[in-house]
């Protein structure tokens, strides 16, 4: 268990719909950083939050946005959903700002039909 | 931009027999290095990392690492595998920031690993 919580496990959705991801860092950790990964794109990264601001965007469509709460939990919104969209997003937190060691979260899979 | 090769989709190893997966970046500093394994249905667990200093890391579950910058490659190696070593494996390159730290990491596309008895 590497303390990184995410939720939903699953969510099946219908096209055109707007999802939230939710991510519970590791106790202590600042950063949160939320990655998608799937079969034809692989993981890529989205976005960096870090004590509550954004610190850098990854390949994130503007559909998708993110933002990171005072408590440090932190949710990924997916807005008018494509089959494209279907794929496995992970969370994953560290202290710092990436020179310490990121965990990851089990992941959402996330099924757009 | 940063970019990570990992040019093995597959390899297949028998039990107790060495392995070396192989991992080439493109970064035109320095990168922090990582390497994750994947087990079906799970999330990423982090197997060793490489920020600076010695240049071979060692890692969790016997693995270890070593940074060649005139090569740029961070190969991993286990000399004798355990069936439950099959999976699938990531090298990640992150970007340090210019005010310190790195950014969001950089995958490869992953080596599948399978173990033969």
């Known amino acids: 268990d590497s303390g990184v919580t995410q939720t939903p496990k699953h969510l099946i959705t219908a096209t055109g719909q707007r999802v939230t991801l939710r991510c519970s860092p590791r106790s202590g950790d600042l950063s949160v950083y939320w990655y998608q990964q799937s079969l034809d794109q692989g993981l890529q990264f989205l976005i960096h939050y870090y004590n509550g601001e954004e610190r850098a965007k990854g390949n994130i469509l503007e559909r998708f946005s993110a933002q990171q709460f005072p408590d440090l939990h932190s949710e990924l919104n997916l807005s008018s959903l494509e089959l494209g969209d279907s794929a496995l997003y992970f969370c994953a937190s560290s202290f710092g700002t990436g020179e310490t060691e990121a965990f990851f979260g089990q992941g959402t899979r996330l099924t757009v039909v | 931009a940063q970019s990570v090769t990992q040019p093995d989709i597959h390899i297949t190893v028998s039990e107790g027999a060495s392995l070396e997966l192989r991992c080439n970046y493109s970064?035109?500093?320095?990168?922090?290095l990582f390497w994750y394994v994947q087990s079906p249905g799970q999330g990423l667990q982090l197997l060793l990392k490489?920020?600076?200093?010695?240049?071979l890391v060692q890692g969790i579950k016997g693995f270890e690492a070593e940074f060649k910058r005139s090569q740029s490659s961070f190969n991993l190696r286990k000399p004798s595998v355990h069936w439950s070593d099959a999976a699938e494996y990531f090298c990640a390159v992150g970007a340090r920031l210019s005010g310190g730290g790195a950014d969001g990491l950089t995958f490869g596309k992953g080596t599948h690993l399978i173990i033969q008895p």
């Open positions: 490489y920020f600076s200093g010695d240049t």
């Open positions: 970064y035109g500093a320095t990168p922090y």
